[in-house]
Every structure is written in structure tokens, then in C-alpha cells.
Nanobody, 126 residues
């Protein structure tokens, strides 16, 4: 059974940091591109960052550039999202998603993904 499980969310003050993890079970992430998305109340789900399966190419949404870092550890079958200098506008449920693709291409649009985790809440207070 293919599953993605996010963890690491929580409540922090503005300027703080969190690291989210996306652990895969039932399949190996080596052959999957991964994306992080977030959804704030009343808003559409939006892309945050994405990483290719091969060569670790990455992309970031403008609001998080320079503050967030996506990485993957295929040996642990896990992808991470390091979030620094958090702002109240980063408050949302964060989701990871996987798309089967063994290439150096990354995918940052939600409709491109096949599998989704259940999400983890991140709350940033001012």
C-alpha cells in the first residue's frame, strides 16, 4: 500500500524554524519526484517546493525562496522541508506528494501528483 506520512508540524513564533518530514511506505522514493504544498483556511492548495528524483534539482515558490530548503534522503525513504524565518502567512496545512518519475525534472503543480499525504499543521504566531 502506497503511503506518504508527513510529520514535524507544530506551533512556533514568527522567526522560528521547523523541519517537516515526508516518509514513504509501500514504495521507494528513489523513482519519485516530490512536492510540498500547503493550504491555508479558505485558500487553494499551493505549491511550496519540489524536487526531482534524479540529480536533486529543486524549485521554490517566491514567498519561501531563501527561507525554505527541500532535500531528500533516499536511504531513509524520506524527503524534508526545512523552514526558517517563519512568518504568520506561512500558517497552513502542509502536504507532501509523490509522482513517479525517474528523471531530473521536478513538478510543482498539484495536478501532476499521484500520491498525497494527510498533511501536517504549521501555525506561526506573531
Amino acid at each position: 500500500q502506497v503511503q506518504l506520512m508527513e510529520s514535524g508540524g507544530g506551533s512556533v513564533q514568527s522567526g522560528g524554524s521547523l523541519t517537516l518530514s515526508c516518509a514513504a511506505s509501500g514504495f521507494t522514493l528513489d523513482y519519485y519526484a516530490i512536492g510540498w504544498f500547503r493550504q491555508a483556511p479558505g485558500k487553494e492548495r499551493e505549491g511550496v517546493s519540489c524536487i526531482s528524483s534524479s540529480h536533486g534539482r529543486t524549485s521554490y515558490a517566491d514567498p519561501v525562496k531563501g527561507r525554505f530548503t527541500i532535500s531528500r534522503d533516499n536511504a531513509k525513504n524520506t524527503v524534508y522541508l526545512q523552514m526558517n524565518s517563519l512568518k504568520p502567512e506561512d500558517t497552513a496545512v502542509y502536504y507532501c506528494a509523490a509522482k513517479r518519475s525517474y528523471s531530473s525534472s521536478y513538478y510543482c503543480l498539484k495536478y501532476e501528483y499521484d500520491y498525497w499525504g494527510q498533511g501536517t499543521q504549521v501555525t506561526v504566531s506573531s
